[in-house]
């Protein structure tokens, strides 16, 4: 820390990333990326001509890439909002909504980045406990007079919330936003962005991290009223009205246009899912139901950390959080069938060690 930051920002805890290692290769399991390249269209959309047009500012508003979002949706362009990564939106609606006023409600066990957002702006946090069984405690957020973030499914638990409860929300907290972060909800959660059509205060967020191969392009969108896309909008020409390059931009659209290929992924995604909880639950895991590219699995007989430090000594890396009612946990990421059989097989001689 240098001396001339802010006190504001002394005590502030940032996010920490999974681990990219560099020492040698892994079998990556554990940023939840997709495990399949973009699709061709993809690559042939970045072209030199395209290339060659980096010298010229993108298009501030993204109108190429919104018209086909809300084509493929549903919506109109106005209902579009598109960012630089989801987390970009949810920084965006932190901003934009919460105040001394209005706090953030939000599950203890969620995406770690509502917390760091809240800290970062100075909001009040609501942390609300998840049940016994890890899903939401959905109850806790009916009327709770503040606005809320739902990972939905959840992360790190792969679990779902209800469109029903969701709706419950909605309705019982009128003059609040609800944020909906549906980063995962190709995988097999339903989507509650019809919702944004009869409730204003509605904001679902996804990425094209995971379902569509784009991690490394940064690109996110969310679906709301026109009118909370409007605020999302004040906020980032104040901070970066050029928010996407126009290689993402690119990327993105091609990306929605092969629909095809981005079903076909998916479909493997969640095959080796199902077969990797069937095979863990096998050999004496308790895997939570997960909707998501990716499983939270717990054996009685090793700490969530040795197996994590044991798979990362084989070559095989999955996720571990140091925290209260989840050390006994590893996340594993989902990538294709043969990485899956291969993680199966490693954890099954640790145990028998
Ligand atoms: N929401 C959740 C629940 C996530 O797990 C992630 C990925 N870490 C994000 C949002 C952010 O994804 P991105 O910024 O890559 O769109």
Redesign the pocket.
Known sequence: MSRFLSKRHEKLVAYVPGEQPRDKKYIKLN??ESPYPPSPLVVEKINAAEVSDLRLYPDPECLSLRRKLADFYGFETSNIFVSN????I?SFAFMAFCDDEKGMAFPDIS?G?YSVYGALYNIECSVIPLKADYTVDCSKYYGIGKNIVI?NPN?PTGISVGTAEIEKMLVTNPDNIVII?E??VDFGGSSCAELAKSHDNLIV?R???KSRSL?GA???FSISSQEIAADLNKIKYSTNPYNLNRLSLAAAEAAVDDDEYFRNCREKIIDAREHTAAALREIGFDVLPSDANFIFARHPSISGFDCYKKLKDAGILVRHFNRERLFDFVRITIGTRAQMDALIEEITRILHD
Do not use: I, K, P, W
Not at 85 to 88: F, K, V
């Open positions: 940023t939840n990564g989801s987390d970009e949810l995406y980045f990972a992360a972060d980063a995962y967020v990425t094209f991290s991690a940064r690109v996110g």
